[in-house]
């Protein structure tokens, strides 16, 4: 069986469409979202609209995501290190979203789990605590802190995102996937990411990566057409524009 990994769209429609055109000739059994398919971007109705078109797929809330789900901070400082602007982009963000396309995200859970051919995948945004927090963040983790990191997680392959750089791993017999931001090229600026999982029925795994360039300008110049709450933050960190 044959898997699309994404994650991190973050209202990238654009980013979004170049991976499904590059990859349209193949045939996949499934999707599977790591989260934060919203945040940062412009497109956010087109992007959860598209993200709800793809057959099979099998997605997970990520932070952003939860902040239109079970709400974001009011006060500053807080423990998301979100500041009033920040508040403000998500707010204007929410309000684009159709009943259709929040139904959609507040229909999704924390976690997935499945089995393809005797092979357990599970997928999160990324390693949580019982409350469903997210914890032990470590940027470009090595395998030793990847296995503690998700030390709790009883699974033969783990599919995550939430640090939008792409590590793809294998130590001790499990497979560590984050295929990186698909909708945030950082100083990239125009490279969206997935990655494609292969499950043969003897159990034999293959990942790789997909690193597509597209039309980031395209995507920045809407930013700064539509100069929503924080735009000029995200054009610098999200997009690399100096």
Same mark, same amino acid.
């Given at each position: ?8 769209? @973050? ?12 990859? @349209? ?70 309000? +684009? ?10 229909? /999704?859970? /924390? ?52 640090? @939008? ?5 294998? @130590? ?24 494609? /999982? ?18 980031? +300008? ?5 930013? %700064? ?15 690399? /524009? %100096?």
């Amino acid at each position: 069986m044959k898997f699309c990994i994404l994650t991190d769209i @973050h209202n990238n429609v654009i980013a979004l469409e170049a991976i499904l055109q590059a990859v @349209h000739t193949e045939h996949f059994d499934g999707y599977l979202c790591a989260g934060d398919i919203i945040g940062i971007g412009p497109y956010p109705e087109q992007t959860v609209r598209r993200m709800m078109a793809l057959p099979n797929l099998a997605a997970v809330q990520g932070n952003h995501d939860r902040y239109l789900t079970v709400g974001m901070p009011s006060y500053f400082p807080n423990p998301e290190g979100m500041d009033y602007t920040e508040m403000q982009h998500h707010c204007w963000e929410h309000r +684009q979203l159709s009943e259709t396309t929040a139904a959609f995200l507040k229909s /999704l859970p /924390l976690r997935r789990d499945l089995c393809v051919y005797g092979k357990t995948i599970a997928v999160m945004h990324y390693c949580m605590d019982k409350n469903g927090q997210y914890i032990n963040y470590t940027p470009h983790p090595s395998p030793e802190q990847l296995a503690e990191m998700f030390s709790d997680i009883d699974a033969d392959i783990i599919v995550y995102g939430h640090d @939008h750089a792409p590590t793809i791993l294998h @130590h001790q017999e499990k497979w560590y996937i984050n295929s990186g931001s698909l909708g945030c090229p950082g100083m990239e600026k125009n490279i969206a990411r997935a990655a494609v /999982l292969k499950i043969l029925p003897d159990g034999s795994t293959d990942v790789h990566c997909l690193a597509v360039p597209y039309d980031a +300008q395209s995507v920045t110049a809407e930013i %700064s057409r539509l100069q929503y709450p924080a735009f000029e933050q995200i054009q610098r960190f999200f997009f690399g /524009l %100096s």
